[in-house]
């Protein structure tokens, strides 16, 4: 069964820094794009940084030079991990790990959301 568990999730001032972990088990993803997405109150999921399988990253421009995404294999699972740095009350949200099929565009598979909140 494929999961992903998302974690560090929380309340931090602006300014601040959190790490989001996501650990993700129950098949091969070594092929596969891995994700954070985001979704605020009243608007649209948007991505915010991805790994793909070939091992580029890309990101938002709203969190480019802010946020880092990285990704670790240990034994079957595979950790995606978002730093998060400069912190700004719009950055508050419901950050989701997701990741696709091999070589796929499309994620397929999603984690149960963990919420971010940024205090001014």
């Known amino acids: 069964q494929v999961q992903l568990v998302e974690s560090g999730g929380g309340v931090v001032q602006a300014g601040g820094s959190l790490r989001l972990s996501c650990a993700a088990s129950g098949r091969t993803f070594s092929r596969a794009t891995m994700g954070w997405f985001r979704q605020a109150p009243g608007k649209e999921r948007e991505l915010v940084a991805q790994?793909?399988?070939?091992?580029?990253?890309?990101?938002a421009d709203s969190v480019k030079g802010r946020f880092t995404i990285s990704r670790d294999n240990v034994m079957n699972t595979v950790y995606l991990y978002l730093q998060m740095n400069s912190l700004k009350p719009e950055d508050t949200a419901v950050y989701y790990c997701?990741?696709?099929?091999?070589?796929?565009?499309?994620?397929?598979?999603w984690g149960q959301g963990n919420q971010v909140t940024i205090a001014s």
């Open positions: 997701a990741a696709t099929g091999d070589y796929g565009e499309r994620y397929d598979y």
């Open positions: 790994h793909t399988w070939s091992r580029s990253t890309t990101y």
